[in-house]
């Protein structure tokens, strides 16, 4: 089984500041874990993933995710917001060999403040 | 390249009535997977194809079921429909589910359906 929680449902920042995600997870083997962004009715858009390399994973837009299996934590930050970051935000985890799909939390809101 | 594609974008629906979603993954991509995202919620997962083959399967109900065509396109289908299926449909397609685990789904725009 897998499970992904996220803390935070929404998570305001200024312009400028530091952004972090918090994201961990639950599996019963070694996992895969992804970060997607959603911005107002589009789908899902692949920022980066995790598959056992690099412990720290470089995305798009300067995000960056962490790899902690002591900590059972996935989670995203960048260095610098900006307004156009605000959207929904998925931490994901698949394993095995994948037939159970992508599991989701149930995302964190991102909101840029000027 | 043509991202994945879905149709249509809106549907409205009563209660028991059948809808039938339409996905076209990006070309070259085998794998086509399903998601349910209820508003405020993350995507649930509801079907894997591969090869016309259901690889994965989701907790839904067998009102809901689909099939993929030989051009690797898909098509989902929820009969009797319930007040609760009202949510955006997801596809996703990846090349090949031999190491889906690693690969990346590449997400349509989805299908946003509400039943009335």
């Known amino acids: 089984a897998q499970s992904v929680t996220q803390l935070g449902s929404h998570v305001s920042v200024s312009e400028g500041a530091l952004v972090l995600l918090r994201c961990n997870y639950s599996s019963s083997v070694p996992p895969y874990l992804f970060w997607y962004v959603q911005y107002p009715n589009q789908g899902l858009q692949l920022l980066l993933k995790?598959?056992?390399?690099?412990?720290l994973v470089k995305g798009i837009n300067d995000f960056e995710a962490e790899f902690k299996k002591s900590e059972t934590s996935f989670h995203l930050t960048k260095p610098s917001a900006h307004m156009s970051d605000a959207a929904e935000y998925f931490c994901a985890v698949i394993s095995g060999g994948g037939a159970d799909g992508l599991t989701f939390g149930k995302g964190t809101h991102l909101i840029i403040q000027p | 390249d043509a991202g994945v594609t879905q149709s249509p974008t809106h549907l409205i629906k009563t209660r028991g009535q059948q809808v039938t979603l339409r996905c076209s993954p990006i070309s070259g991509h085998k794998s086509v997977s399903w998601y349910q995202q209820v508003l405020g919620q993350g995507p649930q997962f509801i079907f894997q194809y591969y090869e016309k083959e259901e690889r994965g399967r989701g907790n839904f109900p067998d009102r809901f079921s689909a099939r993929q065509f030989p051009n690797y396109s898909s098509e989902l289908n929820v009969n009797a429909l319930l007040l609760g299926d009202s949510a955006l449909y997801l596809c996703?397609?990846?090349?090949?589910?031999?190491?889906?685990?690693?690969?990346?789904?590449?997400f349509g725009p989805g299908t946003r359906l509400l039943v009335l």
């Open positions: 995790y598959t056992s390399a690099a412990t």
């Open positions: 996703a397609s990846s090349q090949s589910p031999g190491h889906l685990a690693k690969e990346t789904q590449y």
